[in-house]
Structures are given as C-alpha cells and as structure tokens.
C-alpha cells in the first residue's frame, strides 16, 4: 500500500466548477505540501502545513486553497477552476522529526475544459 | 524568475556510459541540494543529495557534486542502465531536507540498449 495517497488520480471537470484534490498518508509525518508540475516548470510549491493548525502559502497559491483536518491528511482545493489550472498536481509529506527528504504521492492529474 | 534551472531538457546516452545531468541555481541561502528521479505516473522518489559543507557526495552508481562559487552540480550516473531512464529533479532549500523545496523544471534522460 502507498504511504501517500491521492485521490482521484485523474479528473476532468469544466471551467467554474469547484474541486478537491484529497491527500492521505500513513508515514506518521506532520509536514505536508502540494505542489502542481507544468512541463518545464518543474513543480511549484502551492501550500504547505506543518502541523494541523498550520497552514502556509507557497509560491503560486492564487485560485488554491487547503484544508489540514487531520495530521494525516492535507486536501486542496480549486474553487472556481480554470484552464490553466490543467496540471499534475503533487502531495508530499516530510518529518520534522527525522529530517528525511519529502515523500511523494504518485499525483492527481487534473483537466479543465 | 526560475531560482533553480536545468537547462538541458533532454539527454541521450549509450547505456554503459556516462550520464552527467546540470542544474545551476541563483538564491545564495540555498544550503541543500537534492536529486529527485520521476517515472511516468508516478510522483518523484527521493535520489540523492548534497550538503553545502560538501562538494560530493557517492551513492553506488550516483554522485553529486556541488560548486557553491558558481552555484551549479551535477549528477554523474556510471554506468547508466536503460532502468535510468526517467525524468530527473533537481531541487535547493535554504534550510534541510526535509523542509521546502524548490524545483528545476527537470531534465528527461533516455538510456538506449
């Protein structure tokens, strides 16, 4: 089983619609981030939260918003999505404790008509 | 403005040969390096890194070596073996490992037979 979960992996929806992308993971880590990867762009960090009362905005955080309900999980969401919204979008998890490299899930990738 | 760049978006090696993937960065509290290696449909996996106190660092096949006066490294891959082909991050924080990253766009490594 992965220790970061995303879902769904792919989605298609149209431009105005509302969207979450949903982040879970069992590696017992208390910091989490997404990111979204364009080609060329390598991945652009959005949010990220260091524990569950803590969110931070990251580099491109315009039209994204986030929500840590639990320790475990960190969603992201799109609240009226546009066409260059259309990306793969990453979670990541890191320990604060262990001072390991981020984690990745293997991605959720998003189209928007 | 891109603070961490490869330039190079593609390389082609012969398998038994030497890869050597660059990565130059621009931000001078940059004090860690990594090396993320992506294949398709699945989120990057943590490859090697590289301290600023060091200027390279050998993990079996893998080497990076850092130049912090011209603020570039490099990942050597000898031999490289077709399973190396892939799309390689490279990725700075100012502070750990385990803390925010900031990506390259990546550079995709073929390895022909």
Redesign the interface.
């Known amino acids: 089983d992965a220790d970061v979960t995303q879902t769904p992996r792919n989605r298609i929806t149209k431009t105005g619609k509302r969207i979450m992308l949903e982040c879970s993971q069992t590696k017992g880590h208390d910091r989490m981030y997404w990111y979204r990867q364009d080609p060329g762009l390598g991945l652009r960090l959005i949010y990220y939260s260091f524990d569950v009362k803590d969110i931070n905005k990251g580099e491109i955080s315009d039209g994204y918003s986030v929500s840590r309900q639990a320790q475990a999980k960190f969603s992201l969401s799109l609240e009226s999505a546009i066409p260059n919204q259309t990306a793969l979008y990453f979670c990541a998890t890191s320990d604060t404790k262990s001072n390991q490299p981020q984690h990745f899930g293997d991605g959720t990738r998003l189209s928007i008509l | 403005d891109?603070q961490?760049k490869?330039n190079s978006?593609s390389l082609s090696v012969q398998e038994g040969r030497i890869s050597i993937l660059n990565c130059d960065y621009t931000n001078s509290m940059f004090d860690y390096f990594?090396w993320?290696k992506k294949y398709p449909?699945?989120?990057?996996?943590?490859l090697i890194?590289i301290s600023s106190i060091k200027d390279k660092n050998e993990d079996g096949r893998f080497t990076v070596f850092l130049n912090k006066s011209a603020k570039h490294l490099s990942l050597h891959i000898v031999p490289s073996q077709p399973g190396d082909s892939a799309v390689y991050?490279c990725?700075a924080s100012p502070y750990?490992?385990?803390?925010?990253?900031?990506?390259?766009?990546?550079t995709r490594l073929m390895v022909k037979p």
């Open positions: 891109q961490v490869q978006p990594l993320y449909a699945e989120g990057p996996t943590f890194s991050f990725a750990n490992a385990g803390n925010m990253l900031t990506f390259g766009g990546g």
